[in-house]
């Protein structure tokens, strides 16, 4: 069932904790720039993160909401990433005028939207709750998304011990991906080496 999952850990603050995700085998790690976020960070601590990971072979995912995208290009000129995360209100224009491939988060699995987004992967979140609070929804809606062909991050609220039947939720075709921030972390959002660790390996054993 989950081979071929890809696991995202999201909202890395420190190359130590980058490090132990990429150990642990993640296949994307998310540096939140997200203003006001607890785990928001600037561009001198990216780059510590991503020059930490230059020899691995994992995507470094840039994550904004509702930026300016003068912004954007700030970062991106001076952080080497792989791919962009817009988690906000971003349309369909914005969101093709990123050089880069891109993962457009989304509240909930509705289709109409999912549809406005051609080419991007969908990261599909709480329907209701803001986006990264960590709290979990009803994941077999995502299925007719991934029966459709589109390629789908399931996300919100997942953790070690219920990612396993989330990926059984969405039916016998499994998501391009899963993602994660709290259902790894210790209470000051910083992240928890076993608890990553426990993340990969249910998802690589769910069935």
Do not use: Y
Not at 21 to 43: P, Q, Y
Not at 76 to 95: A, I, K, N, P, W
Not at 107 to 112: M, P, Q, T, Y
Request: glycine share 10%; proline share 4%; with cysteine.
């Amino acid at each position: 069932m989950s081979e071929g999952v890809r696991i995202k850990i999201c909202g890395l603050r420190t190359p130590d904790d980058a490090r132990a995700a990429v150990d642990a085998g993640v296949d994307l790690v998310g540096l939140n720039f997200v203003e006001g976020s607890a785990r928001c960070i600037d561009i001198r601590q990216a780059n510590a993160i991503c020059e930490a990971l230059a020899s691995d072979a994992v995507e470094r995912v840039a994550v904004f909401a509702n930026p300016a995208w003068e912004d954007v290009e700030r970062v991106l000129r001076r952080v080497d990433f792989e791919r962009v995360q817009l988690h906000g209100e971003e349309t369909e224009e914005e969101v093709e005028a990123v050089d880069l491939p891109v993962i457009k988060a989304l509240r909930g699995a509705d289709l109409e939207t999912a549809e406005s987004f051609p080419g991007a992967i969908l990261l599909l979140d709480h329907p209701s709750e803001d986006a990264g609070s960590g709290q979990s929804w009803n994941w077999a809606d995502a299925a007719q998304l991934i029966e459709l062909g589109l390629d789908v991050i399931l996300a919100g609220g997942l953790n070690p011990e219920n990612v396993g039947a989330a990926l059984e939720a969405v039916g016998d075709l499994p998501p391009w991906g899963v993602d994660v921030a709290t259902g790894v972390e210790d209470g000051a959002h910083c992240k928890d080496a076993g608890l990553m660790q426990a993340f990969v390996t249910a998802v690589r054993s769910a069935a």
